[in-house]
């Protein structure tokens, strides 16, 4: 079964951090790369980070560098998104997707398979 789903959204204030998680089935993780995606009200959906199968090539938007770190653990079938100083403009549904592995280095080219979503709130 192909699944993935999100967790670990919530409600932060400016300059907070959290850590969003992506539990994906094995059949996922071994054959796709991971991304997290982001829909605000109103806007388009945009690509904030994925990673290859094994974990050594990693893709970030350029507004999240340096703030979002992207890590899988592949023994524990999760994907992690770490998300440290948090902007009101962060706010937004997150979706783990399962991605095209091989480009990974260039672009994150999402797939069929995607989580429900999880809500990020950054207010103060």
């Known amino acids: 079964q192909l699944q993935l789903v999100e967790s670990g959204g919530g409600l932060v204030q400016p300059g907070g951090s959290l850590r969003l998680s992506c539990a994906a089935s094995?059949?996922?993780?071994?054959?796709?790369?991971i991304g997290w995606f982001r829909q605000a009200p109103g806007k388009e959906r945009e690509g904030v980070s994925c990673?290859?199968?094994?974990?050594?090539?990693?893709n970030y938007a350029d507004s999240v560098k340096g703030r979002f770190t992207i890590t899988r653990d592949n023994a524990n079938n999760r994907v992690y998104l770490q998300m440290n100083s948090l902007q009101p403009e962060d706010t937004a549904v997150y979706y783990c997707a399962a991605v095209l592995p091989h480009i990974v280095r260039d672009r994150c080219v999402p797939t069929k398979h995607w989580g429900q979503g999880t809500q990020v709130t950054v207010s103060s």
């Open positions: 094995v059949f996922i993780l071994q054959d796709y790369g």
């Open positions: 990673i290859n199968t094994s974990g050594s090539t990693t």
